[in-house]
């Protein structure tokens, strides 16, 4: 039973929603650039309004939409639902990216929610052929952030830590998907490597490498 709660709980917190939005935290909170931007006050206002337009406004939508509300209906999504929910949420980021896009504090922020977005409807285009972990699709995105800001040096905090702990935290949520059989190595792997492609393919086009 702990266990089990465990996994729910290792689910529930890097859900591919939230571990977007930690990304767009991190960088707010971190980035030399958009911390020095913003003030305390104001640092908190903008982070409120991510978390309300990237993550509760898009879960209760998903919710509505396909009538599931707790980890154990999500759980026992269909494929065509994985497929829908994957697109839809890359449509919003992507809507998002162009609603808030003079907003932002520092480009690479605008830049991550657009790799999120279009690598979201990629993953949700390949539900059509394979079936992969949109958990470490997630978090394969997480590290591409965290990677390009430490080749451009634009962190407050030491890249190896963060980067590190990422890895880390991947390799976490793989032994739990894996341990509970939400997915097989092979949805793992592949979730992880497309997730790398095409956040870094979004990346590179963005900042013209």
Not at 95 to 119: C, E, K, N, W
């Amino acid at each position: 039973m702990a266990t089990s709660r465990l996994h729910q709980f290792i689910a529930v917190i890097t859900h591919p929603v939230l571990v977007t939005f930690y990304g767009l935290a991190f960088v707010s909170s971190t980035h030399v650039v958009a911390f020095g931007r913003m003030a305390g006050s104001q640092a908190l206002w903008f982070l409120m309004i991510l978390f309300l337009s990237t993550t509760i406004i898009p879960l209760l939508t998903l919710g509505l939409m396909f009538k599931r509300f707790t980890v154990k209906e999500w759980a026992s999504i269909s494929q065509s639902d994985r497929k829908a929910s994957a697109i839809l949420m890359g449509v919003v980021y992507i809507l998002l990216y162009f609603t808030y896009r003079d907003f932002f504090p520092d480009m690479i922020i605008g830049v991550f929610l657009m790799a999120a977005g279009l690598s979201s409807v990629v993953a949700g285009v390949l539900q059509n052929w394979i079936r992969i972990s949109f958990h470490m699709f997630a978090m394969s995105g997480l590290l591409v952030l965290l990677l390009f800001m430490a080749k451009e040096g634009v962190g407050l905090i030491e890249p190896k830590w963060s980067v590190t702990v990422v890895i880390l935290l991947s390799g976490t949520v793989a032994w739990s998907r894996l341990a509970i059989e939400a997915h097989s190595q092979r949805e793992i792997y592949l979730g992880y490597c497309i997730g790398l492609l095409t956040s870094t393919a979004v990346f590179l086009f963005a900042y013209g490498f």
